[in-house]
C-alpha cells in the first residue's frame, strides 16, 4: 500500500514537473546524449547562454523555419557569440517522424543545421520537464542558469513564408541578457505542431 | 557560389522533406445559390473531408496547430465575409489540448453581392491552406472554385441541403444573460482564474468553453467544473498572460451536450469584478451560509450518535459520573473545556482542508490523486477501527486510548477535559467522512473563512449535549450505568464499521481495475490477520513478541507490495459501437473482448493470452483501443453483436482493423497470445 502511496506521489510530482519550467527560476536540470553521442549536462554550461529549440522537421511550422534558412541564420549567428544552442528531439520513436541516429546525422548534414548538438530526447524527459508543446518552442536560459524566455521563436505564426520578417524573441532575449539586461518580452504562447512524445 | 550552394540547398529541401503532399484531406467550394440576384448574400462553404484518424484546427488551434485559411480570389462586387466556425472538438493527447476536426468541416463564409453586379455566370475561386495532423503534420493547401449565375431571381443550388445542414453545426447566438464571467483569485503573477456561470434552460452534460485566440493572453484549456448553484452550471477558467494588461472581455463558444446532442453557443463575456473581500466561487448570501452552518451543527450533533462516537460518549458519561459528584460550577467548566478541545481538533481538520484546496488550485488535477489516495486510506483506516471493535488488538496510547483518555480525564482536571475532545474528534473521524461528505464537499468550494465557520459549527453540535448535560445535571438520570454491556455494545458496533468498510470499498473500486480490485481485497484480510497477530501474540503474547511483531510486519508488507504492483493491467472500456466507430475514426485498431464473469474460458483467454505482457505491448505500440462487452448479466446489445458475428455466447474477441472500411478480425474461442498478436499486426495495417 505504501508503495502505491509513494507511486502516486511520484506520479504527482511528475504532473507538477510537466510545467516546472518558469521564467526567473532556475531551469530544469538535465543530462541527454547528442547523435555524435556526446553527452550535454545543462550545469555544465553554467555561464554561457543556452539556447533549447523543440525540434521536428517533418513539422511545416518547424520545416518553414529551416526550408527558408532563416534558422540556420540564426543558429549560426548565435553560436558565433558562444551561445549553447541545442536542439532538442522528442519525437516518440513510435512515430514515423522519429529519426534513427544514422537518419539525423544525415539530417543534421542536408540541413546545413549550426545548432551546437542535437539531443536525443525520444524519451520526452527534457520536453515534458519544460513543458515543450510545440515545434518549435524556444527556451533561452541565462548565464546563471535561470529561466529568460520561453515560448514562440517570433511573432508570426506561419507555416510559410520569410521569417526574416518577423520580430524574433529568442534573438531578442538573447541580445538584452548579453548586455545585462532582463529581456522585455519573458513569455510568449509558442506555435506549430504538437510535440510527438 | 553561394547562390549554387543555396540552390542546390534549396532543390534538396524540395524534394526530400518538404514534398510530402497533403493527401489527407480534400477541400471543395460549394455554394448555397445558383443563381443569385445582385444585392443578395450568398453562404459559401469551404467543405474539408479528412481520412479517418486526421485532424485538421478550429479558428484557435490550443496548444498546437493552426487555423485554416481562405483566400478569395473574386470578381470584383462580391466580398467576402468572416468565415463562420463550426463547433469544434476538443482533442487531448500527451497532455497537449487542442480543438480539432476529425472526418469532416464546413466552414461558411457569407459573401455579400453589390447592387450593381451585371447578369451572367461569375467565377468564384479561392486558395485554401490547413494544417492536418495525425501522428504527423502536414501542410495542406488546395484551389477551389464554383460558378454561380448573376440574374433575376434567386434559385436554391443541388448544394444547399449540405449547407442548411453545416449551418446546423455552428455555435448558435446565446440569448443574452445565458452567461456571465467573474474573476477568481489570483494562482499565479500570471495566472489568474475565472469562473463562467451559465443558466441553461435544459440539462447540460459535459459543460466546457472553448476559448477564441486571445490577444495577449491565452485561456488555459483544462476546465473545472464547480457545483452548480441554484440550477447554474458554474465552471472555472486559468487565464495566462504573460504580459500587458489583463483581458476586459473573454470570446469563445460554451459547449455541452444536450439531450445527447452536441450544440454550442457564441459568447463575448465582460469579465466582471467580485466584490473584495469575496471570491467569485460562489455567489455569497447570508440565507445559504446560516443554512449550511445550521446542517453543519446539526450534522455535529448527530454525529454523537455515528458508531465511532458512541464509545466516546461512554467515556464522557464516565466523566459525567464522576463530575456529578463534583462542584457543578467545576463540572461545568470542564464542559466548556471539552469543548474547547473539540474546536481546537476541528479547526486543525478545517486547516488540513483549506491547504488541501489552496494547493488543488494551483495543481487542480492533482486533486483526483489524492482522492484515490483518500478512498483506500479511508478503506483501510475503517478495517481497523472495525477489528479495533471486536477486540482483535487494542489502539494503545498508553496502554488503551480508552482507559488512558478515561484516566487523563478523571485525573487531571481540565487537561483531561481537554483530551477527551480532542479524542472525540480523532474517532468521529471515520464517520465524519461518510456522513458530513456533502458538508466538506461543500466546504472545497468556499472561501477559507467560510470553511472555518463550517467545522466551527460541527465542533459546536458535536459538543452540544455534553454541555447541555452538565449544565442540567438532572438530565443525567436518564443516562445508562456503565457496565460488562459496554464490551458487548463495542463489539455490536464493529458490524456497522464494517458496513462502512463494504461502502468504502466499493468507492475504490472506481479508482482500481479489476485486478487491483481483488488484491485490495486480498490484502485487506491481510490487514486483518496481521492486526490479529499484532493484537494476540504481541500486545497480549506472553514470550517471542519481537518475532510475532515480524511475523505481522513481514505479512503485511509481503502482500502489500504485491497488491500494490498490481497495476500494470489492459485499461479497458465499455464497448459500445460508438467507442468502436470512434477509434477506428481516429485511425486507431480496436481490440473486444466480449466476456462474462461466469465464463472460464474468457477468463483463461484473458490471463492467458490478452492481458500478458507481450501484448500490451503490442496493443500500447499500435494504439488500440481495448473495449470489454461485459455479458455477466444479460444484454440485448452485445447478444445482438454477438450474432451478427455467429456465436450464441461469449467468449468473442473480435479485432477491428484501424480502416474502417476492412472486415473486422474474428478470434477463435480459444485463445493464444501469438494469434491476438498476429490480428492486431494485420489491424495495424
Known amino acids: 500500500m505504501k508503495r502505491m502511496l509513494t507511486l502516486f506521489t511520484l506520479l504527482a510530482a511528475a504532473a507538477t514537473v510537466f510545467a516546472a519550467a518558469e521564467i526567473g527560476k532556475p531551469a530544469p536540470d538535465f543530462t541527454a546524449t547528442d547523435i555524435l553521442g556526446k553527452t550535454h549536462k545543462l550545469a555544465d554550461y553554467k555561464g554561457k547562454i543556452v539556447v533549447l529549440e523543440s525540434y521536428n522537421l517533418d513539422c511545416p511550422y518547424c520545416a518553414n523555419h529551416f526550408k527558408s534558412g532563416a534558422m540556420q541564420e540564426l543558429q549560426a549567428e548565435l553560436t558565433a557569440k558562444g551561445v549553447v544552442w541545442l536542439l532538442v528531439n522528442s519525437v516518440n520513436p513510435k512515430n514515423s517522424s522519429h529519426r534513427s541516429i544514422d537518419a539525423a546525422q544525415k539530417e543534421w548534414t542536408a540541413q546545413h543545421l549550426k545548432a551546437t548538438a542535437w539531443l536525443d530526447d525520444s524519451s520526452g524527459t527534457i520536453g515534458k520537464a519544460y513543458g515543450m508543446k510545440t515545434t518549435p518552442h524556444m527556451f533561452v536560459i541565462a548565464k ?54 | 557560389m553561394k547562390t ?55 479558428r484557435n488551434g490550443g496548444d498546437s496547430g493552426g487555423p485554416t485559411t481562405i483566400q478569395w480570389d473574386l470578381p470584383p462586387g462580391i466580398t467576402a465575409g468572416e468565415i463562420q466556425w463550426p463547433t469544434p472538438e476538443k482533442f487531448t493527447l500527451e497532455g497537449l489540448t487542442t ?14 453581392l453589390a447592387a450593381d453586379l451585371k ?70 503573477a500570471d495566472t489568474r482564474s475565472v469562473i463562467f456561470e451559465w443558466s441553461a434552460d435544459k440539462a447540460v452534460t459535459d459543460p466546457d468553453f472553448l476559448p477564441y485566440t486571445g490577444d495577449h493572453f491565452d485561456v488555459q484549456s483544462p476546465t473545472e467544473r464547480l457545483p452548480d448553484v441554484d440550477g447554474r452550471i458554474r465552471l472555472r477558467k486559468d487565464v495566462k498572460k504573460p504580459e500587458g494588461d489583463w483581458p476586459k472581455q473573454l470570446r469563445g463558444i460554451l459547449t455541452g451536450k444536450v439531450d445527447g446532442a452536441s450544440r454550442g453557443w457564441e459568447v463575448a463575456l465582460p469579465i466582471e469584478t467580485a466584490p473584495p473581500g469575496k471570491t467569485a466561487s460562489a455567489p455569497f448570501s447570508l440565507g445559504a451560509l446560516l443554512t449550511s452552518l445550521g446542517l453543519a451543527f446539526l450534522g455535529g450533533l448527530i454525529l454523537n450518535v455515528m458508531p465511532c462516537v458512541l464509545p466516546v460518549i461512554a467515556l464522557k458519561i464516565f466523566s459525567f459520573v464522576k463530575q456529578s459528584g463534583e462542584a457543578p460550577g467545576r463540572a461545568r467548566r470542564l464542559s466548556l473545556v471539552y469543548a474547547l478541545g473539540i474546536l481546537v481538533s476541528f479547526l486543525v481538520l478545517a486547516g488540513f482542508v483549506i491547504a488541501v484546496q489552496q494547493a488543488g488550485q494551483v495543481a487542480s488535477w492533482g486533486m483526483q490523486m489524492q482522492n484515490r489516495n483518500f478512498v483506500l486510506g479511508m478503506t483501510i483506516l475503517v478495517t481497523l477501527v ?224 490478452i492481458d500478458v505482457a507481450k501484448v500490451r505491448e503490442k496493443l500500447a505500440e499500435v494504439k488500440a483501443a481495448t473495449l470489454v462487452g461485459d455479458y455477466t448479466l444479460e444484454d440485448a446489445t452485445i447478444g445482438k453483436e454477438l450474432h451478427r458475428f455467429g456465436r450464441d455466447a461469449v467468449p468473442l474477441v473480435v479485432v477491428f482493423p484501424r480502416n474502417p472500411s476492412a472486415e473486422p ?16 499486426a494485420k489491424a495495424s495495417q
Request: aromatic letters at 10%.
Open chain 2, 665 to 680: 478480425i474474428v478470434l477463435p474461442p480459444v485463445l493464444r497470445p501469438q494469434l491476438v498478436l498476429d490480428a492486431l
Open chain 2, 4 to 58: 549554387l550552394g543555396r540552390l542546390l540547398f534549396a532543390a534538396l529541401l524540395a524534394s526530400s522533406t518538404f514534398a510530402a503532399s497533403a493527401a489527407h484531406t480534400r477541400a471543395t467550394l460549394l455554394l448555397a445559390a445558383s443563381t443569385a440576384q445582385p444585392g443578395d448574400t450568398v453562404l459559401a462553404a469551404v467543405r474539408l473531408q479528412m481520412d479517418p484518424g486526421w485532424h485538421t484546427y478550429w
Open chain 2, 386 to 609: 472495525a477489528l479495533n471493535l471486536f477486540g482483535v488488538f487494542e489502539i494503545t496510547l498508553a496502554g488503551g486510548a480508552m482507559s488512558a483518555a478515561d484516566s487523563l480525564a478523571g485525573k487531571s482536571g481540565a487537561p483531561g477535559a481537554f483530551f477527551n475532545g480532542v479524542l472525540a474528534t480523532v474517532l468521529a473521524i471515520p464517520c465524519t467522512a461518510p456522513a458530513l461528505a456533502s458538508a466538506v464537499g461543500f466546504a472545497f468550494t468556499q472561501p477559507p473563512l467560510v470553511i472555518l465557520l463550517t467545522f466551527c459549527f460541527i465542533a459546536l453540535g458535536l459538543a452540544a449535549p455534553y454541555v447541555v448535560l452538565t449544565w442540567n445535571p438532572a438530565l443525567l438520570k436518564f443516562l445508562p450505568k456503565p457496565g460488562a454491556w459496554m464490551q458487548r455494545f463495542k463489539i455490536a458496533l464493529g458490524f456497522p464499521m464494517l458496513a462502512t468498510v463494504i461502502w468504502l470499498y466499493k468507492l475504490s473500486l472506481n479508482h482500481l481495475n479489476k485486478s487491483q480490485s481483488l488484491w485490495f481485497g486480498i490484502f485487506l484480510v491481510a490487514l486483518g490477520m496481521a492486526a490479529w497477530i499484532w493484537g494476540e501474540f504481541v500486545q497480549r503474547g506472553a514470550g517471542r513478541r519481537g518475532v510475532a511483531a515480524l511475523l505481522s510486519l513481514a505479512l503485511l508488507g509481503a502482500v502489500g507490495t504485491y497488491a500494490a504492483t498490481r497495476n500494470e493491467g489492459i485499461k479497458w472500456e465499455r464497448w459500445s459501437q460508438a467507442a468502436v466507430d470512434k477509434a477506428r475514426a481516429e485511425g486507431r485498431p480496436v481490440l473486444v473482448d466480449f466476456t462474462a464473469d461466469w465464463c472460464l474460458t474468457c477468463q483463461v483467454n484473458l490471463t492467458t493470452s
Open chain 2, 99 to 112: 480543438y480539432v476536426y476529425h472526418n469532416e468541416a464546413t466552414l461558411l463564409v457569407p459573401l455579400k
Open chain 1, 144 to 197: 546563471d542558469g535561470t529561466l529568460a524566455y520561453q515560448g514562440a521563436i517570433d511573432d508570426r505564426a506561419a507555416s510559410d513564408g520569410d521569417p526574416r520578417t518577423a520580430r524574433n524573441y529568442v534573438r531578442e532575449a538573447v541580445t538584452a541578457l548579453e548586455a545585462g539586461r532582463k529581456p522585455a518580452v519573458t513569455q510568449t504562447k509558442s506555435y506549430g505542431c504538437g510535440v510527438k512524445y
Open chain 2, 119 to 188: 447578369p451572367g455566370p461569375l467565377e468564384l475561386k479561392a486558395k485554401v491552406a490547413w494544417l492536418e495532423c495525425e501522428e504527423q503534420c502536414f501542410k495542406g493547401a488546395a484551389s477551389v472554385h464554383a460558378s454561380l449565375q448573376i440574374g433575376g431571381e434567386t434559385q436554391a443550388s443541388p448544394n444547399a441541403t449540405k449547407i442548411e445542414a453545416a449551418k446546423k453545426k455552428l455555435p448558435e447566438a446565446a440569448p443574452a444573460a445565458m452567461a456571465r464571467a467573474l474573476w477568481d483569485k489570483a494562482s499565479a
